[in-house]
């Protein structure tokens, strides 16, 4: 059987070219696997979820109650035998998966690998982060209880924010004014089929691109295995390594899962008149936070009746800088670097101050979400973020150049640090 077929597709050949590749054997290069893995596990569960699922807004009676038929769906689907841990599985995979691809872009940043000649992959893994956050949001609005439909109402005032394009291109999402009869059926399709599509072809082409170019390397393995990939091939040891890991994954999301059970539709109810007091999942925070300190009054006139308000400064603004800043570094910093091996964070001390003091920023916006139960006026708070921001890279920088001192001229200092 295995002569027949490799007479016909080669089977040998693709063993040796794709099969025997090597993969580097560090415990960070995980983090790209754990997103896959996520991004998989929430595929699986989504098609349990989509049977038993209506994307319909209309009114219909369950036991003597009128309810609308998407959040009667999300009732009944909890009825189901592990239907709640299911559903819960899938909200916990994506929370993993946006953190495990955020720390393996932190990963790629502190070590360099976006430089020459992987800026591409580069764009890509930004743009897999990006997607991943968009199609997260959009499942906010399918259970279509009372937290659901406010949060989604915040969504849709920072898209409608942006000057003169915002209300237009946030209708054509959302089916009109959020929400519409059309809001739920537009906002399903997106979620279940164009942006897992998206996300297949930028991971597919993600991985495609990485074994063409090969993996990178800790600095160490020039001393131990000068010109090669240092690892094991990934046909049977990395196939083992990850068959593990993902066992592992859904012994862990499953437990989280059963312990934690995601978004009660039933504590919040179905939508009503009266707008209950939300917070976004964490890696929609720190936007919230921006928002609370932003004084809601605050616009700016353009010509032809548009404003820049809060919405757009703490929801576009802020974000699109960051993100536009990401996506123009690997062709701002073109310092030369040896193409396959990881630059060691504390041979640069500046890259790796601005990333903790990202961090910071992050964290800090973080705090400002729970303005209200701390009870911080919006004066501290904005003293919070900027000295919080600029302390952590002042000190960041200040202790790497006293632990590990200034960074030597060349690769021979990177290797003698390892």
Do not use: C
Not at 39 to 60: A, H, M
Not at 70 to 78: P, T, V, W
């Amino acid at each position: 059987m295995y002569r027949w077929l490799d007479e016909r597709l080669s089977l040998t050949r693709f063993n040796k070219k794709f099969l025997r590749k090597a993969f580097p054997v560090h415990h960070s290069f995980f983090l790209g696997e754990i997103t896959m893995f996520a991004f998989i596990t929430l595929v699986l569960t989504g098609i349990f979820l989509s049977f038993n699922y209506e994307p319909s807004t209309r009114i219909i009676k369950v036991a003597g109650r009128e309810l609308p038929a998407a959040y009667a769906s999300i009732l009944y689907i909890d009825s189901l035998p592990f239907g709640a841990v299911l559903r819960s599985v899938h909200h916990w995979s994506a929370n993993i998966m946006i953190a495990a691809a955020f720390l393996h872009l932190l990963r790629i940043l502190v070590t360099g690998a976006y430089k020459k000649p992987r800026e591409i992959n580069w764009l890509i893994g930004l743009g897999l982060l990006g997607v991943a956050v968009v199609t997260a949001f959009t499942g906010y609005s399918l259970p279509f209880d009372a937290f659901s439909v406010t949060a989604t109402q915040i969504g849709y005032g920072i898209g409608a924010s942006m000057p003169y394009i915002g209300e237009w291109i946030s209708k054509v999402i959302f089916g009109g004014e959020y929400p519409t009869m059309h809001s739920i059926p537009r906002i399903y399709s997106l979620h279940v089929l164009w942006f897992p599509l998206l996300l297949m072809a930028l991971l597919g082409l993600h991985m495609l691109i990485m074994i063409k170019q090969k993996h990178t390397q800790p600095a160490y393995a020039k001393k131990v295995a000068p010109g090669k990939i240092l690892g094991v091939p990934m046909m049977p040891q990395q196939g083992f390594m990850m068959t593990i890991l993902y066992l592992l994954y859904l012994a862990v999301v499953f437990f989280i899962a059963g312990t934690w059970i995601a978004h009660p539709v039933e504590a919040f109810g179905p939508p009503t008149a009266s707008t209950p007091a939300v917070k976004p999942d964490w890696y929609f925070l720190w936007i919230y936070g921006i928002l609370q300190i932003i004084p809601g009054d605050f616009k700016i006139a353009l010509p032809g009746d548009a404003v820049i308000n809060s919405e757009f400064i703490g929801g576009v603004l802020i974000p699109g800088l960051l993100g536009l800043v990401a996506v123009l570094l690997p062709f701002v910093d073109t310092r030369k670097t040896k193409q396959r091996y990881l630059e060691l964070p504390t041979r640069h001390p500046v890259r790796t101050s601005i990333t903790f003091a990202l961090l910071a920023f992050m964290l800090t916006t973080t705090l400002a979400g729970w303005k209200e139960e701390f009870g911080f006026s919006n004066g501290t708070l904005w003293a919070i973020i900027i000295i919080g921001t600029l302390a952590t890279y002042i000190a960041s920088y200040l202790i790497i150049i006293a632990y590990w001192g200034k960074p030597p001229k060349g690769e021979a200092g990177e290797l003698e640090e390892a």
